[in-house]
């Protein structure tokens, strides 16, 4: 793209950047506007509105009335709407990925594919509509008994930055099948592809069914106390987490946490060191600047292989190398904001005070166009211990800790030691010892001999402090719904 990415960018930024709900466009009661920033270059991009609690309980009353016309909507027809949507994002996927790159850092390519997958998820759950099914519970003569599933009401769901675009078009589609509003709480740092996605299909939906809310704390710990919302969902930190489930507890309402990891990729010494190192690089999702929940972000290698495969790790990691996000041949690009940025490179500090070993990077990218950025380079530390600072926190930054381990017992206690639980790869050539790991290590999603991918249907989540509920299958669609009993005495009249 290169200089004209410039103009791309600006024709192709949402022209609202108010609040979305009830079907219109509304300034804000009283939080004003704040500039949403490029991390590549410093720069602002355009004002955003920020909701306060006057927004929130506007947005729901409206929210409230649309779900009460939504629900009411044959499943169908509801599928029908839902594909129209997906093929809106598929049509304007392009520019969607664009607003992501120089929004949130990430790289252009790679937002490309979110807004694939975005659409993928949508087309999903709308096939799922018939699925909604009850029960017949057999009681005897002149009685008839069954369940059936209602949709909840008006469900918020708070994004993370990380995949703004992705999560707002994909995790709108599960409460939206299954007959429920739905308000969007986009990212502080990244809420312009949201509001350019409710400019894409306002005309689709009732009024209401839909709503974007961007802004910070005073609005998600509004949706997640509102008495009006009837589940509350999060993409987000740990601490977060616990925030939207101290807010929910007053209303006593259901929520749906996926929160952070400190994931472990284990190789066996029967693994193929080359096979291994390429797992490693793939599953710390440098791209995003390891900006990933479910990265692998602790190797623990095997006393055998450890070697071979560290060595392997500086060269394997050169096809990432930070540039200008929105430019087409970056592969990876920009942490999402300055303030992120310094907590990343502290933790690159402490690993070098604590005395582990830079196999690779270590440092920030400051050459040429990426001087006023927030750009680090791919980092590999080896030599790392239990006790030490990135051994045990989430980093959320381009930054992988090595370990080196010989006793299975001691291994697999080190790696279910922390308080999260969310992905884990384990690499054997042996399907029993694989197995047999896969078995014991606390984690919600695990790979056996494959890393990072996720594969719709198919249940993610975690365990532990990283979650509670699972998304992405069947069961995410059902989870937006209440199961009633009807029981029906055939002679009581």
């Not at 791309?8 to 219109?24: C, F, N, T």
């Not at 790679?110 to 993928?120: K, P, Q, T």
């Not at 977060?240 to 807010?247: I, L, Q």
């Not at 592969?331 to 500090?349: E, K, N, P, Q």
Request: hydrophobic letters at 45%; one cysteine or more.
């Amino acid at each position: 793209m290169g200089e004209s990415s410039r103009l791309d960018i600006e024709a192709s930024l949402p022209k609202h950047r108010d609040l979305y709900y009830g079907g219109r466009w509304h300034k804000p009661s009283a939080g004003g506007y704040e500039d949403t920033v490029n991390p590549a270059t410093g720069k602002a991009l355009a004002p955003v509105a920020v909701a306060t609690q006057a927004d929130v309980d506007a947005a729901v009353v409206a929210a409230d009335a649309g779900f009460r016309e939504w629900r009411d909507v044959a499943p169908l027809e509801r599928a029908r709407i839902l594909k129209e949507i997906a093929a809106r994002l598929r049509e304007h996927g392009d520019e969607l990925a664009l607003i992501d790159a120089a929004n949130c850092g990430n790289p252009y390519t790679e937002m490309r594919g979110d807004a694939g997958v975005a659409a993928a998820q949508m087309e999903f759950f709308a096939g799922l509509v018939t699925e909604m099914k009850g029960d017949t519970i057999p009681m005897g003569p002149e009685r008839v008994n069954m369940t059936t599933r209602e949709p909840m009401g008006v469900v918020a769901r708070i994004l993370a930055f990380n995949h703004p675009f992705m999560f707002c078009g994909g995790k709108m589609a599960a409460p939206l099948a299954a007959g429920n509003a739905v308000i969007i709480k986009p990212p502080v740092q990244a809420p312009l592809s949201a509001l350019r996605l409710a400019e894409i299909v306002e005309d689709l939906l009732p009024a209401g069914v839909f709503s974007v809310l961007p802004g910070g704390t005073e609005a998600g710990a509004g949706l997640a106390a509102h008495r009006d919302v009837a589940k509350v969902t999060l993409i987000g930190s740990v601490g977060a987490g616990r925030a939207v489930m101290h807010g929910a507890s007053d209303t006593i309402k259901p929520v749906l946490l996926e929160l952070g990891g400190k994931n472990a990729l284990i190789a066996y010494p029967d693994s193929d060191p080359d096979k291994v190192a390429d797992a490693i690089v793939a599953g710390m999702n440098f791209g995003w600047c390891g900006q990933s929940c479910g990265s692998t972000s602790r190797a623990f290698l095997h006393d055998e292989l450890h070697d071979a495969v560290v060595e392997r790790l500086a060269d394997k990691v050169k096809r990432f190398k930070p540039g200008i996000p929105t430019e087409e041949g970056t592969t990876m690009g920009s942490l999402v904001s300055r303030a992120h940025f310094d907590r990343v490179m502290g933790f690159i500090d402490s690993a070098k005070q604590e005395g582990a070993r830079v196999v690779a990077g270590g440092h920030a990218v400051t050459d040429g166009a990426l001087k006023d950025g927030c750009f680090i380079a791919p980092t590999i530390f080896a030599d790392v211990t239990p006790g030490m600072t990135i051994a045990r926190e989430e980093i959320f930054g381009p930054v992988l800790a090595v370990r080196r381990w010989s006793d299975e017992a001691e291994m697999l206690s080190e790696v279910n030691g922390l308080d999260v639980g969310l992905t884990c790869a384990i690499w054997s050539r042996d399907l029993s010892t694989a197995h047999r790991a896969a078995n014991r290590v606390e984690a919600g999603f695990v790979w056996i001999n494959e890393v990072g991918r996720h594969f719709l249907g198919a249940p993610f989540g975690g365990v532990k402090q990283s979650g509670i509920g699972r998304e992405e299958g069947i069961g995410e669609l059902m989870s937006f719904t209440h199961e009633k009993n009807i029981h029906i005495n055939l002679g009581g009249q």
